[in-house]
């Protein structure tokens, strides 16, 4: 195995990690649209385009009018989409 595969590994592997502690030690936070355009340094268009798409970070949708998002699930999105270079 190469040393760049193994560092992707203890990556993956720390993430998840991070994960589990995110998920035990604090509580489920929900944010708006808004709130994640802000958090992402995106316009809330944007967001509407991917769920639209059906890409960007998982999201939560009991109606039309009433979206969220978990803040864990858009930072594991943000992970798994973190480009190197």
Same mark, same amino acid.
């Given at each position: 195995?190469?040393?760049?595969?193994?560092?992707?590994?203890?990556? +993956?592997?720390? /993430?998840?990690?991070?994960?589990?502690?995110? *998920?035990?030690?604090? #509580?489920?936070?929900?944010? !708006?649209?808004?709130?994640?355009?802000?958090?992402?340094?995106? +316009?809330?268009? /944007?967001?509407?385009?991917?769920?639209?798409? *059906?890409?960007?970070? #998982?999201?939560?949708?009991? !109606?039309?009018?009433?979206?969220?998002?978990?803040?864990?699930?858009?930072?594991?999105?943000?992970?798994?989409?973190?480009?190197?270079?």
């Amino acid at each position: 195995m190469e040393i760049t595969e193994e560092v992707r590994a203890m990556r +993956s592997e720390l /993430v998840a990690l991070r994960d589990q502690i995110t *998920r035990i030690t604090n #509580p489920t936070e929900y944010l !708006s649209p808004k709130q994640l355009a802000a958090y992402l340094g995106l +316009s809330v268009d /944007v967001l509407n385009d991917w769920r639209r798409l *059906r890409r960007g970070p #998982p999201f939560v949708q009991s !109606s039309s009018r009433f979206v969220r998002y978990r803040r864990a699930d858009v930072d594991a999105w943000a992970t798994e989409n973190l480009v190197e270079m």
